[in-house]
């Protein structure tokens, strides 16, 4: 009986700290989208760039990318997303 007592008491005190939780997270704004993003591919070999989107850029989820990295990227032939254009987001159009 006492154990039954004290896993109730643990259960209560689980779900009230579970709750405060998830408070504190409705509360908290959501992270900023990343500036840039790599777009890639599986293949047989690993992944492969496949395209460099803008952070915000709606056609992409990919692995977030610094903006040095994006233009070595480019600069390097990868293809910039024909949406959110990331060269022209740059000054890299030309």
Do not use: F
């Amino acid at each position: 009986m006492a154990l039954g007592w004290q896993q109730k008491l643990a259960e209560q005190a689980i779900s009230a700290l579970e709750a405060e939780l998830a408070e504190q997270m409705a509360r908290r704004p959501p992270p900023a989208p990343p500036e840039w993003k790599l777009e890639s591919i599986r293949t047989g070999s690993g992944p492969k760039a496949l395209r460099v989107h803008v952070g915000d850029c709606a056609m992409s989820g990919g692995k977030p990318l610094g903006r040095e990295e994006v233009r070595r990227l480019l600069a390097e032939g990868v293809e910039p997303c024909p949406y959110c254009s990331p060269e022209n987001a740059l000054g890299m159009a030309g």
